[in-house]
């Protein structure tokens, strides 16, 4: 899945200054959780060109707006999402009409989904409406942090549970009728961290750290509690020795 930073929502100014600040922390804080490899469903963030010198809000353009960013890798961050993430156009070869206004960009969402930033009320909801070639279409659409739990399954996100009566931290653990929980020897965020980037093999959920194997295993929804596993099969080990080379 690819997210497309939504142009067309660059193009709404804001009443204020202060606004503009505020909701462009925001859409940034979406974009670092996309870069932070959380959602593993995600492969990259793709844009068209954004116009920096267009006013966000009465007579303060976007550009300037860097300058209310306190650090520099912040300010590096931002300006790489709206100036250097390549140029796309649509798939389709027509331009996708949200609102008024249009962009030849957008449609790359159909099948992806949409970062946008909440300039409008057009942009404030889970699924933005468009039409391409006369054809309406809805398209998945980010502009707030709990869109990004509505959204939880199709971009891959998975939340670490640890199972410390059956695994645990130290030791095998004897459980239940004779039988034997393997130790997860990673403590919490170490394993959250792999678990981000664990890959699927024959249905369940693998990964290799510090020369140890874990397996990865769904309990509901996007909840996973992990354990490492020493007797894995040859060809599993092969493709993750590839995977985590």
């Known amino acids: 899945m690819i997210a497309v930073i939504n142009d067309i929502s660059f193009q709404y100014p804001f009443t204020t200054k202060k606004l503009a600040i505020e909701y462009v922390h925001k859409f940034l804080d979406i974009c670092k959780r996309i870069k932070k490899e959380e959602m593993t469903n995600v492969h990259e963030i793709k844009t068209g060109v954004i116009d920096t010198q267009k006013e966000i809000s009465p007579g303060f353009k976007l550009i300037q707006l860097l300058q209310d960013f306190q650090t520099r890798e912040e300010r590096t961050f931002l300006l790489g999402l709206l100036t250097n993430q390549g140029t796309y156009h649509s798939e389709q070869g027509k331009p996708c009409k949200i609102g008024e206004k249009e962009s030849s960009v957008c449609a790359y969402a159909i099948d992806n989904i949409l970062i946008s930033l909440l300039s409008n009320t057009l942009f404030e909801m889970p699924v933005v409406r468009g039409i391409v070639a006369g054809a309406e279409i809805s398209l998945r659409n980010l502009s707030k942090m709990e869109h990004i739990n509505h ?57 290799k750290k510090n020369g140890y194997y874990y397996a990865f295993q769904n309990e509901r929804d996007i909840d996973y509690h992990g354990y490492r596993i020493d007797d894995l099969g040859d060809d599993i080990k092969r493709q993750l020795v590839r995977e985590f080379a």
């Open 151 to 207: 959204y939880r399954k199709e971009l891959g996100l998975r939340r670490y549970i640890a199972n410390n009566a059956k695994h645990k931290f130290d030791r095998e653990n004897p459980y239940g009728k004779g039988r034997i929980g393997s130790r997860m020897d990673l403590h919490d965020e170490e394993a959250q961290e792999l678990l981000n980037k664990a890959v699927e093999i024959k249905g369940r959920l693998y990964a």
